[in-house]
């Protein structure tokens, strides 16, 4: 049993703050257990003694007749920690905390939050809240909450389980849900997360075997090793998980912060977490539950292959069009497919999609015959059917599902998806048979989109590899030699250069080095070099380097007068190459994410960079290179040579071990420009940020 089963599946419940009035929160949520078919034992808690809504009740927890499974608190917060000392001295060791008025309130609410952690920790007690809406579990008849969508609408039991942060917002994911007849297994509400968080709820649904599909909506997060953990059991119980993670953007992010007292985090780093894991990415409710619906009754397809057949050319176009944008392939028939389809539909046209136009009408053992042809000679994973209005008239049915049934049965491991307008009877009988039904075509691309990289993430999710900590770094210096040093001590390449601290030992030092050279101010105060005019580059002979050494110092010193000048450092000038940039934060959830991308002064105009976890392995890096739309660069661009990936994803492998081995002791790893060469690759500007007190 996981230890939480009892928390979510309680077989009996004690209401502590119960009230005959259903317009209390206390009343509303025993009213919720009483009449909506929860068989478990109910105990309210409610100091009068007397009898609540036709239920005997107990003044308090110790006058209890037995140790009930679970406790659901809605009582003032100033009342809440004696109520959780009182379960705990009963032995209710599950507990859900309904009351307000906490950290979320700031000031005093930070306090009593406090406590109830104290009395968490003390007493191994686990508690969802305080401030959260509770829990749901529909098969169980158990709805052991306050919302008030339950008085217009209960949602069905079904495959899909729900962990959300916000209450308000898991109400109305399953509200939605409901509404389009999408069955739930359980939904959790986490609230301000004193204990038990989204994370923990996942972990639980990936276990839980009612459960088959889990949404989950996110704000925040404290605990990343927990979220890692949590969806990677998800992605090896072969369970999609669909997330919505808000705080985006600043204004999301300082609001998400302000909502839960949780970091929100660098959002692309969320991202690369939630793919390494297994789990897809969504933007909206709407998508969310189209996904979660689609993998609650379809099989995930085998490939990203879509085969389209319509009876509207025009729609068959524009479901093309939503594939190639949206990452999908659309493999055009083979030849001797197209025959087939000639032969049983002359008029049918295009080879993918295929366009049986109007005159399909009901000869349904036409469209059987084309489907099972095109999903026997092409490599789809999934075909997808444009059958206008035809699901509103339930008579003239019985032919499709007959067909429909048939390609189900030929094809188990496909997806099959139909868009039409269509009655209710039509789409729950379709639902039976594992069609998903769409009326926008659109979303049911996204659908589509997200069951098959659902079934490539989970294939490749892991966790990063464990790594043990390195010797002590000598961080006493930051500047760009340090930092280079460092990195050469760690296996990568650099050039070779030497620090000078005057005019003539720069000209000195060109000289040995080859001409042109470049030179760069070199101090631990300024880390952004070029913001100062601190880098001069081609120069050609010693009068030059002589000149461009004082004119360096001159304007580091009148733009940083503060700043302490530990000298110039000459470096032979490198051009042959693609410049890249390497670099790891050490993100305060998540530790150190490596991040690959496009660089020099690029990076910051044009964003494209991607983040992984580290360390790296060889897969990983190279999977990381193909992230970046900048990639083709290294195939060679417009006759340009190919340069060394191997020796890119070498180096990706290096920082990112090297950063992983002294997360406790560096913040940040930059290496922009990171050159990368038809042979080889060299480092050629590096920062390394000592960790913060």
Not at 262 to 283: Q, T
Not at 490 to 515: D, I, K, Q, Y
Not at 653 to 681: M, Q, T, W, Y
């Amino acid at each position: 049993m996981h230890p939480l089963e009892k928390l979510f599946r309680p077989r009996s419940v004690a209401v502590i703050g119960a009230s005959g009035d259903p317009g209390k929160l206390g009343g509303r949520t025993l009213f919720h257990l009483k009449e909506l078919g929860y068989r478990g034992r109910i105990f309210p808690i409610n100091t009068s003694g007397k009898e609540v809504q036709g239920l005997p009740s107990w003044r308090s927890i110790a006058d209890l007749p037995e140790v009930p499974d679970s406790a659901l608190v809605l009582l003032p917060a100033p009342a809440v920690a004696q109520a959780l000392e009182d379960c705990a001295a009963k032995g209710i060791l599950h507990v859900q905390v309904l009351s307000s008025g906490f950290a979320e309130e700031g000031g005093e609410g930070v306090v009593m939050q406090e406590r109830v952690v104290e009395i968490i920790r003390r007493t191994g007690m686990r508690i969802t809240g305080p401030n959260c809406l509770g829990s749901i579990s529909p098969p169980d008849g158990y709805f052991g909450t306050f919302s008030s969508l339950l008085a217009t609408a209960k949602p069905g039991p079904g495959k899909v389980g729900i962990a959300t942060q916000s209450g308000a917002y898991g109400s109305h994911i399953y509200a939605v849900a409901g509404f389009r007849g999408i069955g739930i297994s359980r939904a959790i509400a986490t609230g301000n997360e004193a204990d038990i968080d989204v994370a923990a709820a996942i972990d639980y649904l990936a276990e839980d075997p009612g459960t088959a599909v889990i949404c989950a909506s996110l704000e925040g997060c404290r605990d990343g090793d927990g979220l890692r953990r949590a969806l990677l059991k998800a992605a090896a119980a072969r369970k999609p998980v669909i997330i919505m993670k808000v705080g985006s953007t600043e204004v999301g992010a300082a609001a998400a912060a302000t909502h839960t007292g949780s970091l929100a985090g660098e959002d692309r780093i969320i991202d690369a977490v939630f793919r390494e894991c297994g789990a897809w990415r969504v933007s909206s409710i709407e998508e969310l539950l189209d996904v979660a619906q689609l993998c609650a009754i379809a099989p995930l397809p085998p490939s990203s292959g879509v085969g389209i057949l319509s009876v509207s050319g025009g729609i068959g176009v524009l479901m093309a069009d939503a594939c190639i944008e949206a990452g999908l392939d659309v493999p055009p028939m083979p030849p001797e497919v197209l025959a087939q389809i000639r032969e049983i539909q002359p008029v049918a046209g295009g080879r993918n999609p295929v366009d049986t136009t109007a005159q399909l009408g009901g000869r349904m053992h036409v469209f059987e015959d084309i489907s099972q042809a095109m999903m026997q000679g092409a490599q789809l994973g999934a075909i997808i059917f444009y059958l206008a209005h035809i699901g509103r008239n339930v008579a003239r049915f019985p032919p499709l599902e007959e067909a429909l049934t048939a390609l189900r049965r030929s094809f188990p491991d496909r997806l099959v998806v139909a868009v039409m307008t269509s009655v209710e009877e039509v789409r729950q009988r379709l639902n039976v048979l594992g069609v998903p039904v769409f009326e926008d075509p659109t979303r049911a691309v996204r659908a589509i989109l997200g069951a098959a990289r659902i079934r490539v993430l989970q294939a490749a999710a892991a966790a990063p590899p464990a790594i043990g900590p390195g010797p002590p770094l000598d961080l006493s210096a930051t500047n760009e030699a340090a930092a280079k040093a460092l990195l050469a001590g760690a296996g990568l390449s650099v050039l070779p250069e030497r620090v000078c601290l005057t005019a003539a030992e720069a000209a000195e030092a060109a000289t040995a080095l080859g001409f042109p050279v470049a030179l760069k101010i070199l101090s631990d105060d300024i880390p952004h070099k070029t913001e100062v005019g601190g880098v001069m580059l081609n120069l050609a002979d010693v009068t030059a380097v002589a000149q461009g050494f004082d004119e360096i110092m001159r304007r580091a010193r009148a733009a940083k007068p503060a700043a302490r000048l530990d000298g110039v450092l000459v470096a032979p000038m490198v051009t042959d190459g693609v410049e890249t940039i390497i670099g790891v934060q050490r993100d305060p959830v998540f530790g150190p994410m490596v991040m690959f991308g496009l660089g020099g002064v690029s990076v910051e105009l044009f964003g494209d960079v991607a983040f992984a976890s580290a360390p790296l392995t060889p897969e990983r890096a190279d999977a990381l290179i193909n992230s970046v739309h900048s990639a083709r660069l290294l195939a060679g661009w417009r006759g340009g040579p190919a340069l060394d990936r191997e020796a890119l994803v070498e180096a990706l492998c290096r920082v990112s071990k090297f950063a992983a081995r002294h997360r406790d002791a560096i913040d940040v790893v930059e290496i922009n420009p990171f050159l990368v060469r038809a042979r080889g690759a060299v480092v050629l500007d590096a920062l390394i940020a000592p960790r913060r007190a």
